[in-house]
């Protein structure tokens, strides 16, 4: 799967939500809960009517992604990475997407499940004022392309290893369920808000 297949098979869904954004919340997602499934993620990523579900080749594509990610994510082989544009696509483009993976990934972490805020490792609060300095980055267009190019490379590699500390470091809060705060069914009911 390329990014371009993605943004297609979204946009023919009637999508909304930037690549970028939609797995950045699966990967949020992922790290507080185990049970994240992919139908709740395409429930944040297509709009549907009442009553109908997915398009079968949507599901199927996606599913592709969604289980790409959980293996790379959970897996020993640390092969983790952003779902982001190319490098041959526009450093401007590049950067914005890399943005709204940073917003995607504070949706999902903090909105998947429901946890108690003294419970979440305090070395972890660091990494995400910077995901969130990050989800504001743009380009300098007075800039040097070859330091930004530089600089670009640097910070996607930190926060692809800075998700997989994260996750690591959230195993304890995934397999407690002491931490989640106990929804009624009212509150399933409500449609939060959320990516689209």
């Known amino acids: 799967m390329t990014f371009p297949e993605i943004v297609s098979v979204m946009q023919s869904a009637g999508s909304t939500v ?3 954004e939609g797995h950045g919340c699966l990967c949020g997602a992922l790290c507080v809960s185990d049970d994240y499934s992919l139908d709740r993620w395409l429930e944040e990523l297509v709009p549907v009517e009442e009553g109908e579900g997915v398009a079968d080749d949507v599901a199927q594509t996606m599913r ?3 289980q790409d990610t959980v293996r790379a994510l959970r897996g020993d082989d640390m092969d983790f990475q952003p779902f982001l544009p190319d490098d041959g696509v ?5 950067t914005s997407a890399l943005s709204q993976w940073c917003q995607g990934f504070l949706y999902g972490l903090g909105t998947a499940r429901p946890l108690q805020p003294e419970r979440m490792p305090k070395s972890i ?4 004022l910077d995901f969130t300095n990050i989800s504001r980055a743009e380009v300098d267009p007075s800039g040097n392309a070859e330091e930004d190019e530089e600089a670009y490379t640097e910070v996607v590699e930190y926060i692809r ?3 997989q500390l994260i996750h690591d470091e959230l195993d ?8 989640a705060v106990e929804e009624s069914d009212d509150d399933l009911d409500e449609d939060p ?4």
């Open 64 to 66: 592709l992604l969604y």
């Open 193 to 196: 808000e959320s990516l689209h």
């Open 90 to 94: 526009p450093l401007e483009q590049r």
């Open 172 to 179: 304890a809060v995934r397999s407690d369920t002491d931490v």
């Open 161 to 163: 290893a800075a998700t």
């Open 125 to 128: 609060d660091e990494i995400l």
């Open 18 to 20: 930037p690549v970028a």
